[in-house]
């Protein structure tokens, strides 16, 4: 029905579509305001970012009403995607603080227009698709190096980043944070591993088309993001980076078992046993890492633990459709069961969060949406034949992965830095597996 609206405007808006210089150039404007959210990502505040991504939307919006021929499509996965959209809905009218929860709606909103914004412009572009990885490439090749100068300047810790207590001086690791707002190392680690599957592409990418100079740099680049995501310390972020290797490893085993499988074989193992080595011989990573397993004795740990037992609660109080979105409506209803000295701004888990803010229903729908979009990458990686598009998806897939993984202990996935790319992954997804269009 919608886009029996969209044609009918469309018929009536053709002449001014035609004759308009603006309307014709609509493409070009849609894609500067997409590039600019990833661009402005590196620096600016939420609500600056916010403002491009909008812009993309009704540049969008605008688009379908008077471009012959547009139209809104959904894929499988999709439709899992609008039934999560509609159980959100239902929260947001069945939450005790309706207003506090449509500031989460709204931010929701604006991801799910980023996202269609991004997919309608693929549609017809998807030749673009390779900028914007590119884009997103150099992005966070800028923020590596702004790590890479915070690990000698040493900067001071903003907040309680890590427990001490049992440490040696020598074990406690100075956090990078990066230029994202606010700072934060975990925001860092997040959109670290958000965003290095996207230049781990572009290396891979100059490397297929024989540009020699530029895959050495993307290459450099991608080692020195390697390196500042462990000195974020976010240990969230290494277990997503081990979903991401195991992903790029796996699958490009896949492509080159038949004709280099002992030479492949050899470099993943030569490389595999360098990082580890210089992991176990620096005393602040491996103090780090090892702090994962510590469970209780570790401070950080703890309180995780503390929150998770609360938030259960909350679930079971709440199972059917959740207390409402957003990290404030969060808040106020924690407060209610949190543990005494436990303050927390959210679940510090993304499924958990989900299910307590929009219900049981919105996280089934929303692990099958993932599920199914993991598959559709799968599924498309499997039947090409190596090349740039293959390569794009891969990256898309490996971010997803590591996201998902990093998510089980943080929730800075909800963060705008990394929603707009993981939305952008899925979209690329999207494009490239839209054969699957019911």
């Excluded at 931010?107 to 990885?133: M, P, R």
């Amino acid at each position: 029905m919608l886009n029996k609206l969209f044609e009918f405007s469309q018929s009536k808006t053709d002449y001014l579509y035609n004759n308009s210089l603006i309307l014709k150039n609509i493409d070009l404007l849609i894609l500067i305001s997409i590039l600019a959210v990833f661009v402005f990502s590196v620096f600016a505040q939420s609500e600056t970012i916010g403002i491009f991504a909008i812009m993309s939307s009704m540049l969008t919006f605008v688009n379908l009403i008077v471009r012959k021929g547009d139209k809104v499509e959904l894929n499988k996965f999709e439709l899992f995607l609008l039934a999560y959209f509609m159980f959100v809905v239902i929260s947001l009218f069945g939450s005790s603080l309706f207003l506090l929860s449509l500031k989460g709606f709204v931010k929701i909103l604006i991801y799910f227009g980023f996202y269609l914004s991004v997919v309608q412009y693929l549609k017809n572009n998807s030749d673009k698709i390779w900028l914007i990885v590119t884009t997103v490439a150099c992005c966070v090749s800028f923020e590596a190096f702004q790590g890479f100068i915070q690990t000698f300047v040493r900067p001071e810790a903003i907040s309680t980043w890590q427990d001490t207590s049992y440490l040696n001086p020598e074990e406690v690791i100075n956090r990078v944070y990066g230029t994202l707002k606010p700072y934060n190392p975990n925001l860092f680690g997040g959109y670290l591993v958000a965003a290095l599957p996207s230049l781990i592409a572009v290396f891979l990418g100059k490397f297929l088309q024989k540009n020699t100079l530029l895959s050495v740099v993307f290459g450099c680049f991608s080692l020195l993001s390697l390196y500042v995501l462990f000195q974020t310390g976010c240990r969230g972020a290494y277990l997503g980076l081990f979903g991401i290797i195991l992903i790029f490893v796996c699958i490009l085993y896949h492509f080159f078992a038949e004709k280099y499988k002992k030479i492949y074989l050899s470099v993943v193992g030569f490389f595999s046993l360098l990082v580890f080595s210089i992991l176990m011989s620096v005393s602040s990573l491996r103090a780090r890492i090892f702090s994962i397993f510590a469970m209780r004795t570790d401070s950080s740990n703890s309180f995780r633990f503390n929150v998770y037992n609360s938030c259960i609660q909350m679930f079971k109080d709440n199972w059917l459709f959740g207390i409402g979105l957003g990290n404030n409506n969060f808040r106020e209803i924690y407060g209610l069961y949190m543990k005494t000295g436990f303050d927390a701004l959210s679940a510090y888990n993304i499924y958990l969060e989900t299910a307590v803010e929009s219900g049981v229903f919105a996280l089934i729908t929303y692990l099958v949406f993932l599920i199914l979009v993991i598959k559709s990458a799968y599924s498309y990686i499997s039947s090409n034949e190596y090349s740039l598009d293959v390569i794009c998806v891969i990256a898309a897939l490996a971010s997803i992965i590591g996201l998902m993984i990093h998510g089980v202990v943080d929730t800075v996935f909800f963060r705008p830095q990394i929603q707009f790319i993981f939305w952008t992954m899925v979209a690329i997804i999207r494009i490239k597996t839209a054969k699957e269009i019911n």
